[in-house]
């Protein structure tokens, strides 16, 4: 079946947000404890999307990833801010997220690479994402499009869980 990438619309986010929730379940059950991924719900994820669009939809671009008419993925594009500074020659690829079944369907390649189009468009020169450092199988995937780690690290919290994370960069 054809995977079909197209601009997401506000009748997206709900289930944007469900798929979210089950991917991060997925990918981050193997090291993060499972009540730090039993919230938010699917349904508050939604809610999450659906109050954050208003605000970021001029400066940031969801994708959408779609087989036989079923959302199955989706990225999210925006500026790339640190500590309130925005970087003007870059751009942040601020998630890519696939049911658990598309794994390995090429999906989140395509994701990734119209993703890095979108930020070359607007003119950008360089690309950042922040992965979780525990996140093997996510690094992998990034390091094998190009991204390596540029040094920086934070923490940030998934639930109730500290979570490390370092920033990965690629020339655009």
């Known amino acids: ?17 469900a798929l979210h929730q089950r991917s991060r379940v997925a990918a981050y059950s193997p090291f993060l404890p499972p009540e730090a991924l039993a919230v938010p719900t699917p349904e508050a994820m939604g809610e999450y999307w659906t109050q954050r669009w208003p605000y970021e939809r001029d400066d940031h671009l969801m994708t959408v990833a779609e087989r036989a008419g079923r959302l199955v993925g989706f990225s ?6 640190l500590d309130g500074v925005v970087d003007p020659t870059a751009a942040m690829l601020r998630a890519i997220h696939l049911e658990p079944t598309e794994q390995g369907r090429g999906t989140g390649r395509a994701l990734m690479l119209d993703a890095l189009h ?16 525990d ?19 934070r923490d940030d919290h998934i639930g109730l869980a500290l979570v490390p994370q370092l920033r990965y960069a690629r020339a655009l």
């Open 118 to 133: 979108t930020m070359r468009s607007w003119g950008h020169t360089r690309a950042t994402l922040w992965v979780l450092r």
């Open 135 to 153: 996140n093997a199988h996510a690094r992998r995937f990034y390091e094998r499009g190009g991204w390596t780690p540029d040094g920086l690290e």
């Open 76 to 81: 999210y594009v925006g500026p790339d801010e």
């Open 1 to 17: 079946m054809t995977l079909t990438l197209r601009h997401a619309v506000a009748d997206d986010l709900t289930a944007v947000g």
